[in-house]
């Protein structure tokens, strides 16, 4: 049994699932068998206040798949027809998968309300950081990232960072505030994921700038309330994704996101604890079960 404060037991595990449609009820209409599908991973009650002003991804009631509800961890399942996506079958269906990463990505930069003529700093080059790299390269704005690993801030460099800055150098606040012509980044989205970095960004953002956070990390973070009122700083948080999919399905689609290296490992679904070995030595990058 995992330790995850949020999952409820007993519990199929699979969060993010690409699959065919096999069968539909008689009342589906927009797919049908044969379809290539992505599932949206949540399901909201509808009727609560975030729901009702179009927030259902933080719902009162969320119900989320391979965590409170069951997931995709089957040759079947069963899902209603609202959370599920047509994707073309051009796509490699493996591939695919990573789009609903991507659409929390999106989600994010949209929290941000991210355009053009912004400057954004992705505080951290991994698996998170290099997916808010990417779909913020669609949008066309100026991007700034940060990692202590300098791999990472190749890779960032190669899907489309502008600046790449390794955050171990004692002048990295300079350094970004250099990096965005001295102002300070218009945008900062943490995908570390800390308490101190929360409280690092809070110092380099720019005047009227907004901080978009990512994390589940329950350790308090030290914000003076006068860092945020004195220069108009927005801390947003961003949970899962609302309304993305068909933006994010179309950016892979059109070719603009490209996922050559993101996943290390496929594994048939018979070697799933072999799997689980893989991911509990941190050596890989997006580890996919096959179950066809």
Known sequence: MGTSPVVTYPRIMGHEMTGVVEKVGSSVIHVGPGDHVIIKQTESCGSCYACTHGRGNVCVDLKVRGVTIDGGYSQYTVVP?????????KLDLLQAILIEPFTIAFHALARGRLVADDTLLVYG????????????HSFGCKIIAVDIDEKKLEHAKAIGADIVLN????TIQDDIRKASNGYGPTICIDSVCTPH?????????????????????TRPSEIPQFKITAREIDVIGSRLQQG?????????????IKTEGMISHIFPFTKVQEAFRVIESGKYQKVVLDFS
């Open 125 to 136: 080059a991994g698996a998170l950081g290099s997916s808010l790299i990417m779909v913020a």
């Open 244 to 256: 993305n999919f068909e933006q994010v399905i179309e950016l892979f689609e059109n070719g603009s």
């Open 197 to 217: 970095s929360v409280e690092f960004l809070l110092e380099v953002v720019g005047n009227a700038g907004r901080l978009v956070t990512m994390g589940f990390d």
């Open 81 to 89: 027809e609202h959370s599920v996506y047509k994707i073309s079958k």
């Open 167 to 170: 955050g171990r150098v004692d």
